[in-house]
């Protein structure tokens, strides 16, 4: 069965920090792995990993895939408070040139002033 | 752009009744999708429309819920009769066609968060 596991479930840290999130990762017909930020409603898409070893960045967020472990990390710099939220990986099953998503639990990241 | 807009935000029923839960995708996104959050768990899909046929809906739990796209544009989802396990958050998604950049990319909705007493 399709499976990913985030760590750690949740984290608490103070303005200026920097953190890692973890994300592995069992997944058939693997097309891709995607980070959400899900704040109050709806989970705003962050990056889309496809290829190994190939790091995106966007703003003080940053991502990159290891596909030989079945892994993915996002790195958050210079938190601030408005980057508490839950952080969502997600695997692509793919089907065609689209699939269905598979998530893990999450991980809760406080940021204190 | 308008983003993924679901409709209502919030239902209370109680068991046996019937819901039906809306999903408006991104104009042009042939690909729309169901998930569902129950609490404590992490999110689980559900079906997957292309345009207005199933690809899949693997992830249905029971002949109770009956999804359907009419005309490829909007989603419903119908609960019945609502059962107290079928409480939890409904998140619609979508994405752009086959072969469009991005495809892979999925573009979720606020949720509609279903209480069943």
């Known amino acids: 069965e399709d499976k990913v596991v985030q760590s750690p479930l949740s984290l608490v840290v103070h303005e200026g920090d920097t953190v890692t999130l973890n994300c592995s990762y069992e997944?058939?017909?693997?097309?891709?792995l995607l980070w959400y930020k899900q704040e109050k409603k709806a989970p705003t898409f962050l990056f889309m990993l496809t290829s190994s070893g190939i790091e995106k960045k966007s703003g003080r967020l940053s991502s990159i895939l290891d596909k030989k472990e079945l892994s993915s990390i996002l790195n958050i710099t210079a938190t601030q408070t408005g980057d508490s939220a839950i952080y969502l990986c997600a695997g692509v099953h793919g089907s065609g040139n689209t699939g269905k998503l598979i998530f893990g639990q999450g991980t809760t990241l406080q940021v204190k002033p | 752009e308008a983003g993924v807009t679901q409709f209502p935000s919030h239902s209370v029923i109680e068991k046996g009744q019937t819901v039906t839960l809306r999903c408006d995708p991104i104009s042009g996104h042939d690909n729309l999708y169901w998930y569902r959050r129950v609490m404590g768990k992490e999110i689980k899909f559900l079906l997957h429309f292309v345009k207005e046929s199933k690809q899949d809906e693997s992830g249905m739990p029971n002949n109770r819920f009956l999804a359907e796209r009419t005309g490829g544009t909007y989603s419903t989802l119908k609960v019945q009769p609502a059962e107290l396990e079928d409480s939890g958050v409904y998140f619609c998604?979508?994405?752009?066609?086959?072969?469009?950049?991005?495809?892979?990319?999925?573009?979720f909705g606020p949720g509609t968060r279903l209480t069943v007493t």
């Open positions: 998604a979508s994405s752009p066609g086959q072969g469009a950049i991005g495809s892979y990319e999925q573009y």
């Open positions: 997944v058939t017909n693997f097309r891709s």
